[in-house]
């Protein structure tokens, strides 16, 4: 019997290792895109941040060690299924994995049909605990020891596939997990882990009393093979919870180690590398500042233009301010053009609004007909800012005045 069971356990466990394999070969592709690299890993202090590409000696040697941890776990987990899946067949004449009618082996009823057996027991959380078994209130025993070895093989399974997880994202330098709104964060992987790793203990610990109390039993009734489900050990449930704790511990204890205030232990190279790499983050950082600085500037400008009001003013109630538009006083003197009589000094209005700027050095334009009355203009007048110039071909450099044309009367200067 157990040579036949070790030819499918190896193949099996080969099986195990590829996917395992592929797993987090595949989990390194299909999730770099939606993953946000952090720039540590979790053995080293956030003083010591490196980039993505950059590993530190003990960083690489942990992640072998993770690597090591993880096959020993698979190795275990193989194991301790294999083991229960045999000595359950061996039990139990129906499916072990499956929901069934509850029958024991013909062997085991054969043995204690006639046989009763009393025992004092510290069980559970009681002390002292008369117990009398015959071959009817033996099957509680039986099937609480079946729910506790099915219910651990589970457990190590789902503990398993989130250390491979945890570790994969480990070696990857993979932190948080970011999918739109969504941020999933890889501390509660290895919160889980432990959780589960601590159920896988409390198990082993709690379906060890059920084993004691059936084998006395089988052993009074006169059953001498150890090949049975209550003979079946929790030595691999103890190994798969023990070597997932230690990778937790000895990751705890490299990171404090690294954490203390010393460049912990890199080599001399290491450490000049880490001290050029962290003056190029700090100078990075500062420019970094900088950029923010200024873009906050031109951010405060903008909103600046944006809520500026360059109208007129605003009254007590919100309104715009009704100013009363005055026209400009005349440029000759006359009874028509007189400025109105207000009630009060007339608003003083800027030089630029009553008076286009104009150049002191030029003539003032009132001499070419501007703004003048058709009354004080020559016949046949046009005025200089509607008629045609006449074209100059005197070169640039000069400062003379173009010559004017015969057909048209220049003012007398």
């Known amino acids: 019997m157990c040579n036949r069971c070790c030819v499918p356990t190896m193949h099996l466990l080969r099986f195990v290792i590829a996917c395992y394999i592929s797993l987090n070969v595949s989990f390194s592709f299909t999730l770099v895109r939606r993953v946000k690299q952090g720039k540590e890993m979790q053995v080293i202090s956030d003083l010591q941040q490196r980039p993505n590409k950059g590993r530190l000696t003990i960083e690489k040697s942990i992640v072998s060690f993770y690597d090591l941890c993880t096959l020993t776990q698979i190795v275990t987990c193989i194991i301790h299924a294999v083991q229960t899946r045999v000595c359950a067949a061996r039990t139990f004449q129906n499916n072990f994995f499956a929901s069934s009618t509850f029958e024991l082996a013909p062997s085991i009823v054969y043995k204690t049909a006639n046989c009763t057996f009393n025992a004092t027991r510290d069980i559970y959380a009681f002390n002292q605990v008369e ?47 970011e999918i739109r709104n969504f941020t999933f964060y890889k ?18 610990a709690a379906s060890h009393p059920p084993a004691l109390l059936l084998r006395d039993y ?23 919870a023990a070597v997932g704790f230690t990778s937790y511990l000895v990751g705890l204890f490299f990171y404090l180690w690294n954490s203390l205030p010393k460049y912990g232990v890199m080599s001399p190279a290491e450490i000049e590398e880490y001290k050029a790499w962290l003056r190029q983050r700090k100078a990075e950082m500062e420019q970094s500042r900088v950029f923010i ?9 903008i909103q600046l233009m944006q809520t500026a009001d360059f109208s007129m003013g605003r009254g007590k109630d919100g309104a715009r301010e009704q100013v009363p538009i005055v026209p400009p006083p005349p440029l000759y003197p006359s009874t028509a053009y007189a400025p109105p009589n207000y009630p009060y000094a007339n608003p003083a209005l800027p030089p630029g609004m009553v008076y286009p700027p104009v150049n002191p050095n030029m003539p003032a334009p009132q001499l070419f007909g501007v703004g003048a009355p058709s009354a004080f203009l020559p016949p046949g007048y046009t005025p200089a800012n509607s008629r045609r110039r006449p074209t100059c071909r005197a070169p640039r450099h ?16």
């Open 131 to 177: 117990m009398t078994f015959n071959a009817s209130s033996i099957n509680d025993v039986f099937v609480d020891q079946a729910v506790q070895m099915r219910l651990s093989i589970f457990i190590m399974i789902v503990a398993l596939f989130l250390g491979i997880v945890n570790h994969s994202c480990v070696e990857n330098n993979f932190f948080v997990i």
């Open 187 to 204: 501390d509660l992987l290895s919160s889980t882990e432990i959780i589960l790793l601590c159920y896988v203990m409390q198990i082993a």
């Open 398 to 413: 000069t400062l003379r005045e173009p010559a004017c044309p015969a057909s048209v009367t220049c003012p007398i200067l």
């Open 293 to 301: 600085e200024q873009a906050k500037r031109l951010h405060a400008q």
């Open 218 to 240: 089988l052993s009074y009734c006169g059953i001498t093979k150890h090949v049975f489900l209550p003979y079946l050990g929790n030595a691999t449930m103890y190994v798969f």
